[in-house]
């Protein structure tokens, strides 16, 4: 099935069942020629209208992804604390098979930020079925404790991966990151941010501005995009 047309989608407002309840999502299409359908999960601090969510997902509008932004349920409900894991990939799941029924996506694309790529890569790993994970200051470690690290699921991924990490990220340490990468398959492309922190935040004193950043991530996602489309 052929995805539609640029100007036939318009920007909508779903309301998605995840098991017993429901949670809100933002379908907004692409302002360029349409490529992917990326659905983005927030961070657990975060929700799907916070800062870094719209900064991201509007950044990729631009460089031609249709993007979804959505609550977990926990978020939706007003709380801080994280859903466990299993309901944060049921969550996924269900907004991203409501997102194909309603666009049915010629490339459909998980992931988001920190956790919740996280948990992107986890319902992944376990064979939901997707074109690839684009992952968003992915969380190798908790702060201050690099020896646990969240790599265990990694290596049974089998869609192409981009993951974006600033080099200040303290969830995500480079030297460390680096030896987990080297033990995946070349399908994991791992791109640095010099500079950014988790919040791909970059100081004055780095010359470069968080809109530059933004840029460059649009501009690397858009790169790695387009030769994901020629293989798949």
């Known amino acids: 099935m052929s995805a539609p047309a640029v100007g036939a989608l318009s920007p909508a407002n779903w309301r998605v069942k995840v098991g017993p309840e429901e949670t809100s999502a933002v379908f907004e299409p692409a302002l360029a020629s349409a490529g992917a359908l990326f659905i983005c999960a927030h961070g657990a601090g975060g929700h799907m209208a916070?800062?870094?969510?719209?900064?991201?997902t509007g950044a990729l509008r631009g460089r031609g992804f249709h993007t979804v932004r959505f609550n977990f349920p926990y978020r939706e409900k007003g709380s801080s604390h994280p859903d466990t894991m299993p309901r944060l990939k049921e969550c996924i799941a269900a907004v991203a098979s409501h997102a194909c029924?309603?666009?049915a996506p010629q490339t459909l694309l998980l992931g988001g930020r920190s956790m919740g790529g996280r948990a992107a890569s986890m319902l992944a790993a376990g064979e939901f079925p997707c074109d690839g994970l684009l992952l968003l200051a992915y969380p190798l470690h908790p702060p201050g404790r690099p020896e646990e690290l969240r790599?265990?699921?990694?290596?049974?991924?089998?869609?192409?991966?981009?993951?974006?990490?600033?080099?200040?990220d303290a969830l995500?340490?480079?030297?460390?990151?680096?030896?987990?990468?080297?033990?995946?398959?070349?399908?994991?492309?791992?791109?640095?941010?010099?500079?950014?922190?988790h919040s791909f935040h970059v100081l004055k004193s780095s010359g470069r501005s968080d809109a530059e950043v933004l840029g460059e991530i649009a501009e690397t996602c858009a790169a790695w995009a387009s030769g994901l489309r020629r293989s798949i």
């Open 151 to 168: 790599d265990a699921h990694l290596a049974k991924i089998e869609v192409p991966v981009l993951c974006l990490n600033g080099t200040r």
């Open 50 to 56: 916070d800062r870094g969510v719209l900064g991201v």
């Open 172 to 197: 995500c340490r480079r030297d460390l990151m680096e030896g987990v990468v080297g033990r995946l398959t070349d399908r994991w492309t791992m791109h640095w941010l010099e500079g950014a922190d």
């Open 101 to 103: 029924r309603e666009i």
